[in-house]
C-alpha cells in the first residue's frame, strides 16, 4: 500500500535529522491521512509537529528539515510544508497503474493479508426454540462478516453455533411441543402460561406426529416429555440451519451445552477453578470469584441443587475452545450481555489464559419498522416475523448490506418497504449496479470486437483527467480499508467503502466514454473498469452479499458502452 511505502520514506527522513534537531529515541512515528482538499496534497502527516514538541523546537524548521531529508522515491512527486509544521505530499501517478496492474493480477485476493493464527467466531447461537427471527438476523450478519473478513486477512478461522439445548428455556419448550402433540391425539392439555404459544409449536408436533407416531404419548411422563423436548428441539436446529443457509451463514461446528456437561467438561473446568482458589462455596451454591477480574459481583456457577448455571456452563466452554487450540475467541453479543464482558474475561484468566485472547463484539438492537411504524414482536407469543419472512421481502442482498451500514455499538432503524425498494436509492441496489453496469459494458465491448489485450501492455498512462485518477486512487485505498475493518471488527466500513467506490466510478462512467474510437485508450479505460468491477464484488463477497453481472434496470445507455 502507498501509505505504508510513504510512512517508510517519512520515518527515514525523521531519523535522518533527528540528531540535528535534538530529537532522541523513541522517534516519532509518521502518521498520514488525507486532506480534505485537494490542494494540501494526496498525504498529510504532522510527525513534524510531534517531533517539534519533543525536542522543543519551532515545528516548520523541523518540516523543513524532514522535507529536505527525504529519500528520493519514484512514487513521491514532491512535499511541502504547510501551515504551522504539516507536511503534504504528492504522490507520482505511476504507482497507481501498478496497482491497477496489481487488481488484475490478484483478482479475488487483491486486499488480502498474511496474518497468522487461529481464531474461532461464535455467532447466533440462538437456542432451538423456534423459527430466527429478524432480531437474530444483524447477529447473524457481523458474525458472518468478520469471519469473512478475518480469513480474508489470512487467519485460519472456525464459524460455531453453541447452543443450550437444556435448562428452563429448553424445558418450557419442551412442555409447549409435549402440550401440542398431546392435543393433536384429542388429550386434554394446555400449554403452560410461561411456555411457547406461537404456530409454529403447533406445527412442530403435527411433523413429530407424523414422523414417530402416536407411541410417544404412551411413554411415561418424564421420557415423553424429554423425547418431545429432542425431537422439538432437533427440528428446530434443522429449520434454523436452513434458514441460515439462505441467509448466506454456514457454520464449521455446532455445539450443545449438554454435550459440556455429558463429557465432565463443566465439572473439570468448575475443579480446576477450585483447585485454584478461583471458586467458593457459599449457601450451598458454588461461586465464581468474578470481581477478583473487574465483574461487579461473584456469579454462581453451580446452584445449590447441584445444577449448573448458563455461566458455569460458559466457564467450560471458554476451556473447551482453548482446548480445540484457538488463538483467539471472539463472542458476537448484543449489547444486553454487556455484563458478559468481565466474567468471561475473568473466566480465562482463571483457567490461566490472557484474557486478551477472548474478545466479546457487542452490537446494538435493531429496530424495525414497516411503513416507520414499529414492528412488535413475542416469539413466545407467536408474534414476530421470522428470518425466513425478512428474506422472502427484501432478499438477502439487501438486509445484509443494511444490517452492516452501521458501526455494531450504534442501534439502527431497519424499514422493511424501504429496505425492500428496489430503487439506485437503496444503497445496495446502487453498489450492485455499479458492478452490473461494469459488466454489462465489458459485454458490449467483446460484442463490439473491441479487446483490451493484456494489462502490462496496455498504456495505463492515458488515465490522466480527474475523473480516471480519482477511480485508481479510490480503489489503491481499499487494501487499508480492509485491513482497518479486519483489526477494529468492523465490516460496516466495506459497505461504505462499496458505496465511495460505487459513487466514484458512476462519476468516471459520465464523464468519460469507456470504449471510443480511441483504441488506445478505450483498453486503459477498459482496464480501469475491469479492476473496478473486482474492487467491487471483492468488497461485496466480505460482506455476503452477490455482485450481479446484470439487473432490470440497466439502460440502453450502459448497453451501449457510453
Not at 352 to 381: C, D, N, T, W
Not at 439 to 455: F, H, K, M, N, T
Amino acid at each position: 500500500m502507498i501509505e505504508a511505502r510513504l510512512r517508510a520514506l517519512v520515518a527515514a527522513a525523521v531519523a535522518a535529522v533527528a540528531p540535528a534537531v535534538g530529537l532522541s529515541d523513541p522517534l516519532p512515528e509518521p502518521e498520514l491521512e488525507r486532506p480534505r482538499r485537494k490542494g494540501f496534497g494526496d498525504f498529510s502527516t504532522n510527525v513534524a509537529m510531534v517531533a517539534a514538541s519533543r525536542a522543543g523546537g519551532d515545528p516548520r524548521s523541523v518540516a523543513t528539515a524532514i522535507v529536505e531529508a527525504l529519500p528520493p522515491a519514484p512514487f513521491l512527486e514532491r512535499a511541502e510544508v504547510a501551515g504551522p509544521g504539516f507536511i503534504n505530499l504528492w504522490t507520482t501517478e505511476d504507482w497507481l497503474y501498478d496497482e491497477l496492474r496489481r487488481i488484475v493480477r490478484e483478482g479475488d485476493r487483491y486486499g488480502a493479508g498474511d496474518a497468522t493464527g487461529r481464531v474461532q467466531v461464535e455467532f447466533v447461537s440462538a437456542n432451538p426454540t423456534g423459527p430466527l427471527t429478524i432480531g437474530h438476523a444483524r447477529n447473524a450478519a457481523i458474525g458472518d462478516a468478520l469471519a469473512r473478513l478475518l480469513a480474508f486477512a489470512g487467519y485460519e478461522v472456525e464459524r460455531e453455533y453453541y447452543f443450550n439445548d437444556a435448562g428452563g428455556q429448553m424445558d418450557r419448550f419442551g412442555a409447549s411441543v409435549e402440550a401440542r402433540y398431546l392435543e393433536l391425539l384429542g388429550r386434554d392439555t394446555e400449554v403452560p402460561e410461561d411456555g411457547y404459544h406461537g404456530d409454529y409449536v403447533i406445527e412442530l408436533a403435527r411433523r413429530i406426529l407424523e414422523e414417530e407416531g402416536r407411541d410417544l404419548a404412551e411413554l411415561p411422563q418424564q421420557e415423553r416429555f424429554e423425547r418431545l423436548r429432542t425431537e422439538g428441539a432437533r427440528r428446530s436446529m434443522e429449520e434454523i440451519r436452513a434458514t441460515l443457509e439462505r441467509f448466506g451463514v454456514t457454520f464449521d461446528s455446532y455445539l450443545q451445552e449438554a454435550s459440556l456437561a455429558e463429557r465432565g467438561e463443566i465439572a473439570g473446568a468448575i475443579q480446576r477453578l477450585r483447585d485454584a482458589d478461583h471458586v467458593y462455596d457459599a449457601d450451598g451454591a458454588t461461586w465464581f470469584r468474578s470481581t477478583a477480574f473487574g465483574d461487579d459481583k461473584d456469579r454462581v456457577a453451580v446452584r445449590s441443587d447441584g445444577t449448573h448455571t448458563y455461566f458455569g456452563a460458559d466457564i467450560a466452554y471458554v476451556l473447551d475452545k482453548f482446548a480445540r487450540g484457538f488463538d483467539h475467541l471472539i463472542y458476537v453479543l448484543g449489547a444486553d450481555h454487556h455484563g458478559d464482558i468481565a466474567r468471561l474475561k475473568g473466566a480465562a484468566a482463571a483457567l490461566g489464559f490472557h484474557p486478551a485472547r477472548l474478545e466479546i463484539v457487542l452490537y446494538q438492537f435493531v429496530s424495525f419498522l414497516r411503513g416507520g411504524e414499529p414492528v412488535k414482536m413475542s416469539k413466545r407469543a407467536g408474534t414476530f416475523i421470522s428470518l425466513d419472512e425478512l428474506i422472502d421481502e427484501v432478499g438477502t442482498d439487501a438486509a445484509r448490506f443494511h444490517l452492516l451500514l452501521f458501526s455494531s455499538d450504534r442501534p439502527m432503524n431497519f424499514d422493511i418497504e424501504d429496505v425492500a425498494r428496489r430503487s439506485l436509492e437503496n444503497p445496495v441496489y446502487y453498489v450492485q449496479y455499479g458492478h452490473a453496469r461494469i459488466a454489462s459494458i465489458l459485454r458490449r465491448a467483446r460484442e463490439q470486437g473491441v479487446d483490451p489485450g493484456l494489462v502490462d501492455q496496455a498504456d495505463l498512462s492515458l488515465l490522466a483527467t480527474e475523473p480516471e485518477l480519482d477511480l485508481l486512487r479510490a480503489l489503491a485505498e481499499v487494501p487499508g480499508v480492509i485491513a482497518i475493518a479486519a483489526d477494529q471488527r468492523a465490516p460496516h466500513k466495506l459497505t461504505h467503502a462499496a458505496q465511495d467506490l460505487a459513487s466514484t466510478f458512476h462519476r468516471f462512467y459520465t464523464e468519460c466514454r469507456v470504449v471510443s474510437e480511441d483504441v488506445p485508450l478505450s483498453r486503459a479505460r477498459l482496464w480501469l473498469s475491469t479492476g473496478t468491477k473486482q474492487v467491487l464484488a471483492n468488497l461485496l463477497g466480505l460482506v455476503g452479499v452477490s455482485a450481479p453481472e446484470s439487473m432490470e434496470r440497466l439502460d440502453a445507455a450502459d448497453d451501449a458502452g457510453a
